[in-house]
């Protein structure tokens, strides 16, 4: 019989007719793409994430100075990337909200400390050292990954952001609690932002002076 074609059978037992429902074959086959969608992305985005871990990570653990520094370099950028990629490949769009708020709303505030509280860094390069910006990057794309996809995603991201506060402190750019203040402020934005901030937060692009910028605008 033809999908979606409604027939009758003949039951032999009671003589009696019997209809048989109409098959739905358009949505049969939505059903099944979105169930390989979901397997295919879970597998792709557990690929991301081990690239970076077995190529960035675990060579790096027995290294310092200069190496370890230029892993966290990519890991801090790495992680966020994959945070806010994961809004596509799930087609979150709710999150992909939440994640430019409050992203924005942690580099702002990470650069309001640096600016704001005048600490020398260990090297003494120079006097932004109060927040690690590399370990609130970092931290905020595993604990975005963690909240909104599970643990698969969120621990090993972890790994990776632990090791990123790690090399700033071997490679002499903060001390230890400029790393425990990133990772405070990388850990309570995602959860703050999802009940609230998107609610309060603008976030709108500002181009000055040849610069291009965004401006954050929080209502209290």
């Known amino acids: 019989m033809h999908p979606g074609l409604t027939g009758y059978a003949l039951d032999r037992k009671n003589t009696t007719e019997r209809k048989i429902p109409p098959v739905d074959s358009k949505k049969t086959n939505q059903q099944n793409n979105v169930k390989v969608f979901k397997c295919g992305s879970t597998f792709y985005l557990k690929c991301i994430l081990a690239f970076f871990l077995t190529t960035h990570v675990q060579p790096t653990l027995a290294q310092t100075g200069k190496t370890s520094a230029k892993t966290g370099d990519y890991l801090q950028i790495a992680l966020p990337v994959a945070a806010f990629g994961a809004t596509f490949v799930f087609d979150d ?17 990470t ?110």
């Open 111 to 220: 650069y309001v400390g640096k600016i704001g509280i005048p600490v020398i860094r260990p090297d003494g390069s120079d006097s932004y050292s109060f927040i690690s910006g590399h370990t609130s990057a970092a931290t905020f794309g595993a604990t975005f990954l963690m909240k909104r996809y599970g643990q698969k995603f969120g621990i090993p991201a972890f790994l990776a952001a632990g090791f990123v506060g790690w090399s700033r402190i071997k490679s002499k750019k903060h001390h230890n609690g400029d790393v425990f203040r990133g990772a405070g402020l990388g850990l309570l934005l995602p959860h703050w932002g999802a009940l609230q901030l998107h609610e309060k937060a603008k976030i709108s692009p500002v181009y000055l002076d040849k610069n291009l910028g965004l401006n954050l605008k929080l209502n209290w």
């Open 93 to 109: 769009s709710d999150g992909r909200a939440q994640f430019l708020q409050t992203f924005a709303s942690t580099i702002f505030l």
